[in-house]
């Protein structure tokens, strides 16, 4: 299969990731970490497959999860940087 044919999968499961919040804490459910780390990563995806505006929407939502900085606010940040900066196409981090 040709890599755009795969991407909806990945995404729809990131996508699911991405909005899991734990109803109460515990060892099987994801904390805030692991949902900042599936937004970054959705978001990124989204940047792979050329869906600027749900990338950014995922860089929205990290901007409020985080309460200050966080580094997958960062990372995300900079891809979509790249993305911009090379003409709407993605450029792996270095």
Known sequence: MAPTEQ??????YADKL??????????ARPGPAQYRAALD???????????LPKAEQRLGTLDKV????????????????????????YVAAP
């Open 7 to 12: 991407a909806p999968t990945v995404l729809s």
């Open 18 to 27: 991405a909005i899991i919040r734990p109803a109460r804490p515990g060892p």
């Open 41 to 51: 990563y959705s978001g990124e995806r989204y940047l792979m497959t050329g869906n």
């Open 66 to 89: 985080c309460t200050f900085t966080c580094e997958e606010y960062t990372d995300l940040k900079k891809a979509v940087a790249r993305y911009e900066a090379n003409g709407n196409k």
